[in-house]
């Protein structure tokens, strides 16, 4: 498995913000998170692959805005964002070695943030991020690659991989207050603690299911239906609403 990952831009107090108020972001505290999340993916086989910052785009340490990756091709996107479009044509080159490369168009948005992908089955939230115009387009890319496209109401969040992540191709982690979990039928659901409406934004990566340190009580359900969990910090990227898929691209490398 391949992380694509970014350095923090220097600019990242100027990121957009949606449902926080702004709070100052510790530079260097959120850059040590970083580190130690990027030694997590190490820690469990990634090849991690580290892009330079980019001072003039403030969000491009989420990286999994800018695009999504499949076995057979990888689609840039079109953030939602206007501040945030630099970032497609940045993640660009890092992709194009690895996976021919399909894009949506505008004046369609889609950002990643908002494409859970579960097996063959690849589902768009409908957040103030992503349109139905990048759902059409995102069907007609990847339809004739076998994938069945779906869409999601998002409300309270950002984006729909805020609400449910993948835990395995047949097991979904939610927060089913900011999804409608029946868009999710022939899925295992596993739920989130309700004190902890945040922790639903995990990384199921080789195995083992990175998952925020402060959902002590979400990673024990996850333990109890004997998921490995590994916790990360990531509180201080979380004040620019980023979780912790935002900050990597997977890619399979069997492929
Ligand atoms: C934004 O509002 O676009 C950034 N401040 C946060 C993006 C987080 N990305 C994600 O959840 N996929």
């Known amino acids: 498995m391949i992380a694509i990952t970014r350095h923090l831009s220097p600019a990242i107090a100027r990121c957009e913000l949606t449902h926080l108020e702004r709070t100052p972001i510790d530079f260097d505290r959120a850059c040590d998170q970083h580190a130690a999340y990027r030694d997590a ?3 469990l086989g990634c090849e991690v692959i580290e892009l330079p910052a980019e001072p003039d ?15 057979e091709l990888a689609v840039l996107m079109r953030p939602g964002a206007a501040s945030r479009r630099g970032e497609v044509d940045s993640i660009e080159p890092a ?3 690895h996976r021919t490369l ?16 579960a097996g063959r089955r690849i589902f768009v939230g409908m957040s103030t991020r992503s349109d139905p115009d990048a759902v059409e387009q995102l069907r007609g ?6 994938y069945l496209v779906e869409t999601a109401p998002v409300h ?3 984006h729909l991989k805020s609400a449910v992540t993948t835990l395995d191709d047949h097991t979904l982690l939610i927060n089913r207050n900011w999804t409608d979990a029946a868009c999710f039928d022939g899925f295992q659901l596993i739920d989130v603690d309700p004190a902890e409406p945040h922790c639903a934004n995990v990384i199921a990566v080789n195995g083992t299911i990175l998952a925020p340190v402060h959902g002590q009580r979400t990673m024990s359900v996850l333990r109890e239906r004997g998921y490995e969990v590994a916790p990360v ?7 620019a609403e980023g979780g912790l898929t935002c900050c990597s691209l997977l890619l399979p490398s069997s492929t």
Do not use: M, Q, Y
């Not at 999994?64 to 499949?70: F, G, Y």
């Not at 890319?141 to 076998?146: K, L, Q």
């Not at 910090?233 to 004040?239: F, G, T």
């Open 102 to 117: 399909a894009r949506i168009k505008p004046p369609a948005t889609i950002d990643g943030g908002d494409v859970l992908i």
């Open 95 to 97: 992709l194009a070695p």
């Open 141 to 146: 890319i990847v339809e004739p690659h076998g």
């Open 156 to 158: 309270g969040c950002l």
């Open 41 to 43: 993916l190490r820690s």
């Open 57 to 71: 785009l403030p969000d491009s340490v989420f990286v999994e805005d800018a695009a999504i990756v499949l076995d």
């Open 233 to 239: 910090a990531s509180d201080e990227l979380a004040k």
